[in-house]
């Protein structure tokens, strides 16, 4: 079953490439790809689901984070320049997706950290690129995705927190608000959305490095300053290196 699983996971990893290459070149095919990426994207979710299930370990929450990865994933692809850049962004597509369609279903907290953080920062960067660049869609509806998908991914990265499930919603609607509020005030910023996107991600990781550590009681104050620091001179190095001028 494991060499099994494993293949299968390498045919997802390189099936997303074979079909973002097929209808993205030269020129993305709405028409095509959105329905053929919604094709695949069924198929890897009624898999794995029917996987978890034979391994008698199925659980709604850790059996979504793939295929929210798979979609917050996906839509990066449009973001991403093309050349070198969309180049390597599918070469390491091949590697993230196989690693995680590998080891879905796993409770290492390790793997569901580092799962949610690449999602997050996708989700984050995508709902502000698409804001950015379709600037007639009402900008209501792109807070109240981003309220959905953040609410969503967070619940399934606590999901193997021993605490009741009022408090891993509770944990997952504060990052969701704040997610929200804190899109909507760096839009009255003079940056680009990238930049926008770091900034808020940065503040996102450490509320949720501190409520991580607190649920598994392991936060202390050295942990607090080592992330708030480490936040910090990310963001002042992103100040620095960015030029200020107003969005257009």
């Known amino acids: ?11 997802v990893a390189i099936l997303f490439v074979v079909v973002v290459q097929w209808f993205v070149s030269p020129v993305p095919v709405f028409r ?9 994207l069924s198929g890897v979710m009624l898999y794995t689901w029917n996987y978890l299930i034979k391994k008698d370990d199925f659980s709604f929450w850790v059996w979504l984070r ?16 093309s050349g070198l850049a969309k180049g390597l962004f599918l070469l390491l597509s091949v590697a993230l997706i196989f690693f995680f369609t590998n080891n879905v279903g796993k409770n290492g907290q390790q793997l569901a950290w580092n ?8 989700v ?45 919603w509770l944990v997952s609607l504060v990052m969701a608000l704040f997610a929200v509020e804190l899109q909507w005030i760096m ?3 003079p940056l680009h959305y990238t930049v926008l996107s770091v900034f808020i991600f940065n503040i996102l990781y450490l509320l949720w490095a501190i409520y991580y ?12 300053q080592f992330n708030f620091l480490m936040i910090l001179l990310l963001s002042i190095l992103i100040l620095l290196t960015t030029p200020w001028s107003i969005q257009s």
Not at 66 to 72: A, D, I, K
Request: glycine content about 8%; charged content about 10%.
């Open 66 to 81: 793939l295929p929210m990865f798979l979609g917050t994933w996906f839509w990066l692809l449009f973001l991403v320049p």
């Open 124 to 168: 984050i960067i995508g709902i502000s690129g698409f804001s950015f660049y379709f600037e007639e869609v009402n900008g209501l509806i792109f807070l109240i995705g981003l309220f959905g998908l953040v609410l969503l991914g967070t619940r399934t990265a606590v999901q193997q927190i021993p605490h009741p499930n009022s408090v891993k």
């Open 115 to 122: 799962q949610y953080l690449i999602t997050l920062f996708g």
């Open 213 to 224: 550590h607190y649920l598994y009681q392991t936060l202390n104050q050295k942990q607090i």
């Open 187 to 189: 839009l009255f910023l």
């Open 32 to 40: 095509f790809l959105i329905p053929v990426f919604l094709l695949y």
């Open 1 to 11: 079953m494991k060499n099994k699983h494993k293949i299968f996971s390498a045919i």
